[in-house]
C-alpha cells in the first residue's frame, strides 16, 4: 500500500515525528490509512483540499446572477482549466482572477449556470503541505495510535482519584489550533 498523491504528510515523516525507525515497517500499512484518514477529516474540517487537485464545480452565485464576482469552493486556485458560461465556454483571458482567494471576476454579470473546472489545493504536493497541517496530522495520528494503546480507556477512578485520558472532542483541540487559520472563508 502506499499513500495517495493528496496524503497532508509522508509516512516517513510521520514516522520520524513518532521516533519510529524508518526501518522498523511492521505498522506501515496502519500509519499510512491513519493518514489518509486525518488527512480527509483535515479536509472536512477546513473546508478545503490540502494537496491540490482538479475540480469541476457549479459555483455558488448568492446574487441571483447580478454579479461580476464568483468564488469557488476550492482555493488557492493553482489554474484554471474551462469555465462554461451556460454550455459556452469562456475566454479566460477576460477574467481578473484572486488565485488566493478564489474569487473570479468577469466584465459583465455572470448568467446562467456557471461550470468550472480548475485545479486548487492548499500546496501544490505533500512535500509542500504548511508545516503546521503536517503538524496537525502527525498529532493526530498520535492521538489516535494513544487511544489504541489506552484501549479506549476515557478515565479511571479509585476512591478519591480520578484520572481522565481523553476529552471527547470531534478533532483533537492541539489540532484544530493548528488547523484554524486555514480554514475556507466564504463571501
Not at 39 to 55: C, D, M, S
Not at 77 to 84: A, F, K
Request: glycine share 6%; with cysteine; hydrophobic share 35%.
Amino acid at each position: 500500500m502506499s499513500l495517495p498523491t493528496t496524503a497532508a504528510t509522508t509516512l516517513a515523516n510521520l514516522k520520524n515525528f513518532l521516533g519510529i525507525s524508518a526501518q522498523d515497517t511492521s505498522k506501515d500499512t496502519l500509519y499510512e490509512l491513519l493518514i489518509e484518514s486525518c488527512t480527509e477529516a483535515a479536509e472536512k474540517y477546513l473546508g478545503r483540499n490540502i494537496v491540490a487537485r482538479t475540480i469541476t464545480e457549479e459555483p455558488h452565485d448568492k446574487q441571483g446572477s447580478k454579479t461580476k464576482y464568483l468564488q469557488v469552493r476550492q482555493y488557492p486556485i493553482t489554474s484554471i482549466t474551462t469555465i462554461l458560461e451556460d454550455g459556452q465556454t469562456l475566454d479566460t483571458a477576460i477574467l481578473k482572477l484572486d488565485k488566493y482567494n478564489g474569487i473570479i471576476k468577469k466584465p459583465t454579470n455572470w448568467k446562467g449556470v456557471v461550470l468550472i473546472t480548475y485545479i486548487a489545493g492548499l500546496a501544490a504536493n505533500t512535500v509542500s503541505v504548511p508545516k503546521n497541517i503536517q503538524l496537525a496530522i502527525w498529532q493526530w495520528v498520535k492521538e489516535i495510535l494513544s487511544l489504541q494503546e489506552n484501549c479506549n480507556i476515557k478515565g479511571e477512578t479509585l476512591g478519591d482519584y480520578s484520572v481522565s485520558y481523553y476529552e471527547d472532542h470531534a478533532i483533537p483541540t492541539q489540532v484544530a489550533l493548528l488547523l484554524e487559520g486555514y480554514k475556507r472563508i466564504d463571501l
